[in-house]
Structure formats: C-alpha cells, structure tokens
C-alpha cells in the first residue's frame, strides 16, 4: 500500500472513494446550476408576465404604506447576470472534472479546479459586498 | 494489491498545478464559510432584537392599535425571533461543510495525505448537496407562489 505513494511523492492520488465522492459533488454542482438557472428563467418570466402597475397595500394598523408590484427590471437583470457568471464556473468545473475522470486526463483535472477557484472568489467578493451593503442599512437605521 | 499499483501507474493524481489550484479554492472556500458564520450572526442578532426593532417601527411611523396589546407584539416578535434563527442554522450547516473543506484540504495539501483529500472532497460534496436541496425547496415554493400568483391574477381579470 505505501508502495503506491512512493510512486509519485509528491503527489496526492486520487484514488476510488476520491473519485465517488468527485462525480457525486459534480453531480449536485449541476444540480445546483439547472436549479439556479430554472429560478432565472421564472424570475424573466416573473418580470415579463407580472403586473404593471405598483399596487399601494395599506396594512391593517399601520400607516406605513408598501409599494408592491413595482417591477426592478435594472435589479433583476443585474442579479441574473450575476447568477449567471458564478454558475458558469460551477458548470465547467462540474462538467470538467466528470469527463477528465472519466477520460483519465491528468491536465484537465487539475485545470477543473481553476473553475472551482474562481467560482469561490466570485461568490466571496459578491457575499462581502453584500454584506457590507447590509451592515451599511442596518447602521444608517439605528 | 498489484491491481492497486497499476491502477496508480494509470489513474490521476493532483500535481503541482492541481495543488495549486486546490490550496487557492480551498482559501476562498474558507474566507466564504467564516463570512457565512459571520451572517449566521448577523441574522441570529437581527431575529433576537427583532422586537424591539418592530416596536420602535410602530411608535415612530403608526399608530399601531395591536401595539395596546404586549401579548400580540409579543408573540409577534418572539415568531419573527425563531423563523430567523431557523434560518441562520439551515445557513449554518453548509458554511460548517465548506470550512471543513478548506482546512482538511489545506492538510491534504500539506501533508500529502489521501485520508483527508477524501475528507474534504466528502465535506464539499456535503456542502454542495445541502445547498442543492436548499434550492430546490425554495424553488419549488417559488413555483408554487408563482403559479398560484398567475391564477390569482387570472382569476381577477375574469371578474
């Protein structure tokens, strides 16, 4: 068994239970995309179909009005073109590293994790703006 | 036992470039999970002063006729307090996947050990199908709001 690791020192092998546990992460990686991907076509559909006009609801017992059915076509399309680039990133590391494995490409799988990299960065520059952007509201009410 | 030696002549292994790429993913993953932990907080803060929060909503923009009654602005707020706190720990748990996932690669990485290379690929597929059912859930109430919406309306345009 050790004889395996003295083949490639330096190297980590990616061995049987490595392999199940990558095509099933890849498999809820693309899971997550088609699912990302379905919630932005309703939300086109959501913002093509929905109401025009901004209904005024007065809630019972407050005098603070809401403005519902207002359509934020700029915030949508922006969310959306987000979405899109971060799981575009988790689709060709997902799709990547399947068909290496499967193919036994050496190159192609270590390059899979290019994509898995870039989708965490994104996605961590996206929460920390939000982030800040909450603390900013939540600061500017109290 | 030889089956396992060839298998290792002709299977993949991480190289350099490989380890590289892992050791950065493995950072952003865990400068994700511990933002993750810090909105968990944040969201387990708001849903504790959430309360207090609507009571002094209510006395500075309404005059609110249930706020006569504590039981109602109470139990108000107590409900609000709990849904935020059961979201914060549905979020918790994939940010909890994700930080084992980074520091049980960065070990892999660092020791090359096949034990934790499993790990923390077991840990992201965990993070990663906790979210996927996350989604779909949400999406499935999504669809369902979204239709009932569309008959909602087309029930109003009818009358």
Redesign the interface.
């Known amino acids: 068994m050790k004889s395996q690791s003295d083949l490639f020192s330096s190297e980590i092998k990616i061995d049987e239970t490595a392999k199940a546990y990558i095509h099933s992460l890849a498999s809820w990686a693309m899971v997550i995309v088609v699912v990302a991907v379905v919630g932005y076509v309703l939300n086109i559909l959501e913002l093509v179909i929905g109401s025009n006009e901004p209904a005024i609801i007065q809630s019972e017992g407050f005098t603070a009005s809401f403005l519902a059915g207002e359509k934020n076509v700029a915030g949508t399309v922006i969310t959306i073109l987000i979405g899109l680039v971060i799981n575009y990133f988790l689709y060709r590391f997902a799709s990547t590293v399947v068909s290496s494995i499967n193919g036994l490409d050496q190159e192609k799988f270590c390059s899979s994790f290019r994509n898995l990299r870039i989708y965490f960065a994104i996605t961590t520059i996206i929460m920390l703006l939000f982030l800040l952007i909450l603390l900013i509201a939540v600061s500017a009410l109290i | 036992?030889e089956q396992?030696?060839d298998s290792?002549?002709?299977?993949?292994?991480?190289?350099?470039?490989?380890?590289s790429?892992?050791a950065?993913?493995a950072k952003?993953?865990k400068?994700?999970s511990i933002?993750?932990f810090?909105?968990c907080g944040?969201i387990i803060l708001?849903g504790l002063f959430f309360g207090s929060f609507m009571s002094m909503f209510?006395s500075q923009?309404?005059?609110?006729?249930?706020s006569e009654l504590p039981a109602a602005s109470t139990g108000f707020g107590a409900a609000m307090a709990v849904l935020y706190i059961v979201i914060a720990l549905i979020y918790f748990f994939p940010c909890l996947f994700l930080f084992r996932f980074s520091t049980k690669m960065k070990a892999?990485?660092a020791s090359?050990?096949?034990e934790f290379?499993?790990a923390s690929?077991?840990n992201?597929?965990a993070s990663?199908?906790y979210?996927?059912i996350i989604?779909?859930v949400m999406?499935a109430f999504?669809?369902l709001a979204?239709i009932v919406?569309?008959l909602g309306?087309a029930t109003g345009s009818n009358m």
């Open positions: 036992m396992n030696q290792s002549l002709f299977g993949i292994n991480v190289d350099q470039t490989g380890k790429h892992l950065e993913a952003w993953a400068f994700l933002m993750g810090i909105f944040f708001l209510s923009y309404g005059n609110n006729p249930y892999a990485l090359n050990d096949q290379l499993n690929f077991q992201l597929k990663l199908r979210v996927g989604m779909i999406l999504w669809a979204f919406g569309l309306v």
